[in-house]
């Protein structure tokens, strides 16, 4: 599977951030390839209908829609119109938590790395042209950096995300971020970093120097499941990806996954969806014809 690396930013100061057009980029979104990147995307449609296949998700794609998308997402795109009038953000995950000295700012955006909610969202065209206009701003500060370009870009770009978070909340109906709700974000982290060596909820725990009751009130609180849910979630989707994507057996994705026996993994696998793998595949199959 192909993976599309950032290219940086052809401006004065080395930034990993860049704003783009369809025009730009439209190779990759009309080839129905699948594929996935290194860095972060935020899709702003303003004309387009179709499909997107992203982890698993099913999005449907109209005017004035939102695609959130993190790192090594698989995407496959379908749109209906070799057309589409979107635009771009693109960004990789060290240029927003150096840029704000916090190492967990985009695990506290609730769009990325979301397990339970869409991937996406449905805004007014005001909202759409409104948001445009804060990247044509970026764009054009990347293009013509001057001293202060830095600043304004930080400010631009902190205020751009903050109102997608805000609006993606109110969507979801998910809180906004409380300050005693760090664990949460750190253990979406952990989780990221660790889930194909690290399965049980103990590891987090310790690493985190909390008790299991602490870190479940603290997920629970922020993202409306238990910490054992999201730990779960985000294996599955791991075993899901490895099935469709690597060729390998089951037997090679179980040891890859640091499963003791492949029948252990199957037995989790079937409890969390209902089917076995040889069924998981020949559903998703007929699903695509």
Known sequence: MRTLKFLKTECGVDFLLNVLSSDEVIENYVNKEIYNTDFFEIVFI??????????HQNINLTDNSIVFISPFQKRQWLFESDRPDFTVLAFQEDFLNDFFSDKLFT????????????????VDKADIKRYCILLSEIKE????????????IRSLIY????KLNREYAEKTHLPIEKKENNHAFQF????????REKQRIQYYTESLGISRIS????????FHVTATHLLKQRLLMEIKDELIHSGLTIAEIAYKLNFSEPNHMMRFFK???????GQFL??????DK
């Open 159 to 162: 205020y751009l995300l903050q």
């Open 46 to 55: 303003k004309k387009g209908s179709g499909h997107l296949i992203l982890n």
């Open 282 to 287: 020949e559903d998703r199959h007929n699903t």
């Open 107 to 122: 695990y506290r955006l609730l769009y990325f790395y979301q397990l339970e909610f869409p991937l996406s969202m449905q």
């Open 215 to 222: 870190l479940n009130k603290a997920v629970k609180e922020q």
């Open 271 to 277: 409890q969390q969806t209902g089917m076995t793998a």
């Open 141 to 152: 500060e990347l293009l013509r950096t001057k001293a202060d370009s830095v600043h304004i």
């Open 188 to 195: 979406k982290k952990l989780i990221e970093d660790n889930i």
